[in-house]
């Protein structure tokens, strides 16, 4: 079993995080200058404005404070700190790492000022129509423009929605955006002369009444549009506008004359105030007609119903986010009658801070220290977001990440520096757990006074492993001898947490039985311009998105990328037991004189070799013929007695594994 090369892997992370920073090559200036536009439209407080104008400040906390003030110096270190935890996390974990970023400052405005940020980056590369990764856009949409909704940030996350979408998905953006047979500015000014008639309306009948409406961006109509099932033309909510009243009566009232100024489309119309959602949301929703035949709708509640909507168990935001599992929050127990769980705690919480931020007066005064998530989000090695308690130590985190990993733990470094284990661990850590291949937790870990473990998840997985212990030294008392020799001996060959195998897959064709050390549950493939077969000798390459990749050690890809990235190279080795039941791709290339038969001759080979051909390739040019042939194989023997076979076949010149 290889070693892992862990500073190689830091080395790639630090990579990453100087190419984001990078901005896609857009002025530091300019970036902050759009930073600050935004910042103004969102009507951010001074504190935050001043942090924008200095964020790439590389001065001490106390310089920082010393000449721009305490408030700018901790939103600038708080917001490069969470930058640089954004940058370490790993992909495909949206939720985690939108909880890690809520939860991550004591300041919200830390938040605001990353979004601002993600959006100034998407206006620019956007605006220059620079070349970029599918994945990025979309972990845009997933992470950055949902945690906007979940804040009530409406004018980041519709035109981060729309800007994202337009590169994850252009021709569907194309499509809608022709559909809208008129541009944003004047489906606004549509919706703004459907309000100002509202309001004339409702004024003349006096009918107290809050009333705003906006025109659906692209995206959320493409949202509805697949959530449906439904075409752009049986879409009626185009336009949308909201009417908020004092009572239950006017509700319908309202309805009433909006009936009577407009055609209503009878099949449109939902009462759920009469029939409340199950969630308990309750409103009228009509979509009427004006004199040009252009539908909107028009959605009616009182005040209490709408602050349900936004800020209670119906709010608008977990609706928006589509997520099936109604707990937002970190995991929990199921509350009991009288208490309430933490992800009831934790959704409170993100309403009140939505409230705060809607009415904007005070907000920033008393959001400051207030944290929405309690939960710690640590980060493993190779960027996995690991939730744990508060107070939560290395001991609490390696039973998070797996109970084996904890009841092996020995020792941990945090952020590349070995500490002890009561050590606290704090949101954005980088935490490695080192491990003994055998052995068992020390009752040590029980006792409340030596700290060392914090969350009830972990201390009962100790008194787990403990009482199994005692109910088989009952059964056979050596047993209570050989746990104490156990805890005496000394620590020996530590290896990382991550020290593990890879299991081989049996279903899919371009996967084996690959041993990557230092790779925790880490997506491998085997690279298609190579196509490694055990025994070959092969190497790792740590990619960007889609795990590590496989190739075989004389590949000419992998000797490029070790001139371009070296850092980024991993020791890779096939596990010592290799399925007999894998199976793997390759290639043949083969030369011959053409003639009459020849892919007879060449197919009996391998028939007889009982090697399935899934896919080939011929050319014939001068008499010559060029073939290839895609192959699947269990082991690398195969391959070599297929090209000596075909080799014998008459007119063969060559056949080469490719």
Known sequence: MTDLNLSAVKQNMLTQTIEDKAWFDEPIAQHLAGMLLIARMLELDSSTLIAIEHLTSKETLAKLTERLGEEPARLIKGFQALDSTRTKAASGQAESLRKMLLAFSQDLRVVFIYLVARLQTLRWVTKEKLPVEESWAQELLEIDATLANRLGVWQIKWEMEDLAFRIVNPVAYKEIASLLDSKRVVRQRFVEDIVGKIQNELFVNRISAEVYGRPKHIYSIFRKMQGKHIDFSHLYDVSAVRVIVDDVKDCYTSLGIFHHLWQPLSKEFDDYIARPKPNGY??????????DEVPFEIQIRTQAMHHQAEYGVAAHWKYKEGNSNPSHGPTSSHSSKGTISAAEEYERKVAWARQLIAWKEDAWDQLKGQAIDEQVYALTPLGRVIA????STPLDFAYA??????????GAKVDGVMVTLDTVLHSGQTVEIITVKEGGPSRDWLSPDKGYLASHRARSKVKAWFNAIDAQAERDPKVHAKEAKEEKEPVIEPTPIVDLMIKPSRKKKD???????GVDSLLTQLSKCCRPVPPDEINGFITRGRGISIHRSDCQTLKQLMLRAPERIIKSAWSESTSSNSIFSAEIALMAVDRHGLLRDISEVFSKLRINVVGVNTLSSKGMASMQFSIEIHSLDEITQAMKQLNSVKGVTSAQRK
């Open 282 to 291: 309750q409103s009228l929703h009509t979509v009427v007609k004006d004199v």
């Open 388 to 391: 744990i308690d508060p107070h």
């Open 401 to 410: 990440v797996h109970t084996n990993i904890g009841h092996r733990c020995r």
């Open 511 to 517: 996967s084996g039985d690959v041993l990557v050390v």
